[in-house]
């Protein structure tokens, strides 16, 4: 049983398109993350919720919304997809989202831009 | 600016031997440390920690060690076993409430049967 769990596992679009990526998980906990891994391979966060706040927003375009419609779940909808949008984001949660919190993360959605 | 570099992309060891692999970072603010362990096609899976009161910590065959006034951790993985091959992250946050997670790139360890 999969604990976070994203769709879709891959996505490849055009620029100029607007895609939704989903995330779920069936841990209980109270904070989830969206991270995006770019071609140089860091790992780097640009949004946190923590019981459907927001509570970290890294400088990302307006083009990336996140929306948590319940603390289970936390979509990124990406807006006019440009070719640097390419990469692959991680979801990921945590119980309270405290700096000792282990942090469980999805498999990842390779998005491609062409 | 990366607050935590892994400056070895890869390292290749031979079953059975020690595999080092080394973090370093720089915000002297960082009081947690993790490192995660992510095989191709996943996600990155939780793998040891330890926090800035201490300088090891040790489970089963993985050993963290974390020296502060020098900004630097490594993994120690003792014996390295083929099933080890994978991407090492480290990662460092401070330790109050929502704090971020600052990741390294990685370093792909390959163990030779």
């Known amino acids: 049983d999969t604990a976070v769990s994203q769709t879709p596992k891959y996505l490849v679009t055009q620029m100029g398109n607007d895609k939704s990526i989903k995330c779920e998980q069936n841990l209980g906990h109270d904070t989830m993350y969206w991270y995006k891994q770019d071609s140089k391979k860091f790992l780097k966060i640009m949004f946190s919720y923590n019981n459907k706040e927001l509570i970290i927003n890294e400088t990302v375009p307006n083009r990336f919304s996140p929306k948590s419609p319940d603390k289970a779940h936390l979509n990124l909808h990406i807006n006019s997809l440009e070719l640097g949008d390419s990469a692959v984001y991680f979801c990921?949660?945590?119980?309270?989202?405290?700096?000792?919190?282990?942090?469980?993360f999805g498999p990842g959605t390779r998005l491609t831009v062409l | 600016d990366q607050q935590v570099k892994q400056n070895s992309p890869s390292l290749s060891v031979q079953e059975g031997r020690i595999s080092i692999l080394n973090c370093d970072y720089t915000?002297?603010?960082?009081?947690?440390f993790l490192w995660y362990k992510k095989y191709p096609a996943e996600g990155p899976t939780f793998l040891i920690s330890?926090?800035?009161?201490?300088d090891k910590n040790e489970d089963g065959r993985f050993t963290v060690f974390l020296n502060k006034s020098a900004k630097h951790l490594s993994l120690h993985i003792v014996p390295s076993q083929p099933g080890d091959s994978a991407v090492y992250f480290c990662?460092?946050?401070?330790?109050?409430?929502?704090?971020?997670?600052?990741f390294g790139s990685g370093t792909k360890l390959n163990v030779k049967p």
């Open positions: 990921a949660s945590s119980q309270t989202g405290a700096g000792a919190d282990t942090q469980y």
């Open positions: 330890i926090s800035s009161i201490k």
């Open positions: 990662a460092a946050s401070g330790w109050g409430n929502f704090n971020k997670f600052y």
């Open positions: 915000n002297s603010m960082f009081d947690y």
